[in-house]
C-alpha cells in the first residue's frame, strides 16, 4: 500500500537545526556585513562593490544583484549627491 503524506514528512528538529547553523557558517554575505559595516555612514557603491570583490573573491556577483542582497539584509541602497550611488548603513 502507499500512504500520501499531503504537507511532507517534515524535517526533525535536529536536521533543521543543523541546516540553519551550516547556512549561518556559510554566510559570505553576513560575514561581508560584518567586516566592511560602518554605522551611520554613508559609502560609494562602488567602493564597497570593489572591496566586496577583491577582499572576499566573490567577482561572480554583479554590481545590481550586490545591492539587492544588501537591501534584503536592510541595508539602504541608492542615489544620491550628483546621482552616484551610495550605501546607508544603518545605525549610529
Given at each position: 500500500d502507499y500512504v500520501h503524506f499531503s504537507g511532507g514528512l517534515g524535517?526533525?528538529?535536529?536536521?533543521?537545526?543543523?541546516?540553519?547553523a551550516d547556512r549561518k557558517e556559510q554566510d559570505v554575505l553576513?560575514?561581508?556585513?560584518e567586516m566592511y559595516r560602518a554605522p551611520g555612514q554613508k559609502i560609494?557603491?562602488?567602493?564597497?562593490?570593489?572591496?566586496?570583490?577583491?577582499?572576499?573573491?566573490?567577482?561572480a556577483v554583479s554590481k545590481i544583484r550586490l545591492s539587492?542582497?544588501?537591501?534584503?539584509?536592510?541595508?539602504?541602497?541608492?542615489k544620491a549627491d550628483h546621482n552616484i550611488t551610495f550605501v546607508f548603513w544603518p545605525g549610529g
Open positions: 524535517v526533525p528538529a535536529e536536521i533543521g537545526d543543523a541546516v540553519k553576513g560575514a561581508f556585513i560609494e557603491f562602488s567602493s564597497v562593490y570593489q572591496f566586496y570583490k577583491d577582499e572576499l573573491g566573490q567577482a539587492k542582497l544588501l537591501r534584503e539584509r536592510g541595508i539602504d541602497v541608492r
